[in-house]
């Protein structure tokens, strides 16, 4: 959307750059988010950050992420903050850390999937591992600078070494996801986390919700007293139902 609408010269991206003059002197702190949702303009670089989001951002998902929705997306916060803080030395700043973030999913996948045989461009066929190395090496050819894919790979590696081969050696585990990230997926209610200490808010995701009723006018019976209302019902069934007009009744008789 933001590079559509970049097209489109809808927006100006200065205005959602990083830029940290501005976020310190003027407050606008929404550059610390805006900068993550620009790839850069149409081009094939850009197609090809959208295709490894595509598919190895949704093989995490549905494999090591699989039922840890909150653990998803806390994962997605700390390689936000690592970039931020690496892009306040100024060697390591960059306006845009979206591509940065990308090359994080690429490496966390390369080490949760190193044996898995992919193909590149349909010419070379290789393990998983290899996958962040090889984008450096098409970036290279491109003429794309280097600096975002090894930012991005730093920040991997530093939160697979913390969450997978730290906590296996027997250290600490210290980026536990934290309290308010399961609230935030439990009020969106997408996704699932097990062992989650918050219970997923049923209404989430409900537009309007309200009483039901039958077509005859009355309310549901619960499931314990269904039997036994609808029996009462069928021998005194509701008499003020469909009568505009009620009065005595008479025979033709007179009687």
Same mark, same amino acid.
């Not at 990230?181 to 009020?187: D, G, N, Q, S, T």
């Not at 996704?191 to 309007?208: E, I, K, L």
């Given at each position: 959307?933001?590079?559509?609408?970049?097209?489109?010269?809808?927006?100006?991206?200065?205005?959602?750059?990083?830029?940290?003059?501005?976020?310190?002197?003027?407050?606008?702190?929404?550059?610390?988010?805006?900068?993550?949702?620009?790839?850069?303009?149409?081009?094939?670089?850009?197609?090809?950050? +959208?295709?490894?989001?595509?598919?190895?951002?949704?093989?995490?998902? #549905?494999?090591?992420?699989?039922?840890?929705?909150?653990?998803?997306?806390?994962?997605?916060?700390?390689? /936000?903050?690592?970039?931020? &803080?690496?892009?306040?030395?100024?060697?390591?700043?960059?306006?845009?850390?979206? *591509?940065?973030?990308?090359?994080?999913?690429?490496?966390?996948?390369?080490?949760?999937?190193?044996? /898995? #045989?992919?193909?590149?461009?349909?010419? &070379?066929? +290789?393990? *998983?591992?290899? +996958?962040?190395?090889?984008?450096?090496?098409?970036?290279?050819?491109?003429?794309?600078?280097?600096?975002?894919?090894?930012?991005?790979?730093?920040?991997?590696?530093?939160?697979?070494?913390?969450? &997978?081969?730290?906590?296996?050696? *027997? *250290?600490?585990?210290?980026?536990?996801?934290?309290?308010?990230?399961?609230? +935030?997926?439990?009020?969106?209610?997408?996704?699932?986390?097990?062992?989650?200490?918050?219970? #997923?808010?049923?209404?989430?995701?409900?537009?309007? #919700?309200?009483?039901?009723?039958?077509?005859?006018?009355?309310?549901?019976?619960?499931?314990?007293?269904?039997?036994?209302?609808?029996?009462?019902?069928?021998?005194?069934?509701?008499?003020?139902?469909?009568?505009?007009?009620?009065?005595?009744?008479?025979?033709?008789?007179?009687?």
């Amino acid at each position: 959307m933001t590079t559509s609408a970049y097209y489109l010269q809808l927006y100006n991206p200065y205005n959602i750059a990083l830029l940290y003059g501005l976020v310190l002197k003027r407050f606008q702190v929404w550059r610390l988010i805006t900068n993550f949702f620009f790839l850069g303009q149409f081009s094939f670089p850009f197609a090809f950050r +959208l295709l490894m989001i595509a598919r190895y951002g949704v093989s995490l998902e #549905r494999g090591p992420f699989d039922k840890r929705t909150a653990d998803y997306v806390w994962m997605f916060i700390i390689g /936000a903050l690592s970039l931020l &803080v690496m892009a306040a030395v100024p060697y390591l700043w960059s306006p845009f850390m979206g *591509g940065s973030l990308v090359f994080m999913l690429v490496y966390v996948w390369s080490r949760e999937f190193p044996n /898995a #045989r992919i193909s590149v461009y349909g010419l &070379v066929s +290789l393990k *998983g591992f290899y +996958l962040p190395y090889v984008m450096l090496a098409v970036d290279l050819l491109l003429g794309d600078p280097l600096k975002p894919g090894i930012r991005g790979m730093v920040v991997g590696h530093l939160y697979y070494f913390l969450t &997978v081969l730290h906590p296996l050696a *027997g *250290g600490k585990f210290i980026l536990k996801t934290p309290l308010w990230v399961h609230k +935030l997926v439990a009020f969106w209610g997408k996704g699932t986390q097990m062992n989650t200490p918050v219970q #997923r808010d049923p209404s989430a995701g409900v537009a309007f #919700r309200g009483r039901s009723y039958r077509l005859n006018g009355t309310r549901p019976s619960t499931t314990g007293q269904a039997e036994t209302n609808s029996h009462a019902q069928a021998q005194q069934p509701n008499q003020a139902d469909g009568v505009a007009f009620r009065g005595r009744s008479h025979r033709l008789n007179g009687r």
